[in-house]
């Protein structure tokens, strides 16, 4: 599927839905020393915020400038780094993104997929 393919809005959207999956996730472990000996709420953590950064990734530029406020680069940089460096990832990391970020990062994202619709009316 080409970038084109699909609007930024749906992308959005995407990157919503993976957060909405990684703190499902996260909920499922009592506490980080559960999470890091759950290889499969791992992975499925990881796979989840490599959809994030690609998504990130496909946002146009226009309106990563109107909201710099959200983190795109770091999304797509963790996404590339799960996706490259694979062997290196500190799982604590992924915690502590889940734990200190993602609620409010999708508080953004959901604000600007709601003016974004609105302004495309």
Do not use: C
Request: proline share 2%; net charge negative.
């Amino acid at each position: 599927m080409k970038k084109e393919d699909r609007s930024f809005l749906e992308f959005l959207e995407d990157m919503i839905n993976s957060i909405d999956k990684i703190l499902k996730y996260i909920e499922t472990v009592e506490g980080i020393e559960d999470f890091l000996s759950n290889d499969m709420v791992i992975d499925a953590v990881t796979r989840n915020y490599e959809i994030i950064g690609e998504a990130a990734n496909k946002i146009p530029i226009e309106i990563k400038e109107k909201y710099p406020e959200v983190p795109w680069r770091q999304m797509y940089g963790l996404r590339n780094f799960a996706a490259h460096d694979y062997h290196k990832i500190d799982h604590r990391i992924l915690w502590e993104i889940a734990e200190d970020h993602l609620v409010e990062n999708r508080i953004m994202l959901e604000e600007i997929l709601e003016k974004e619709i609105n302004a495309n009316k």
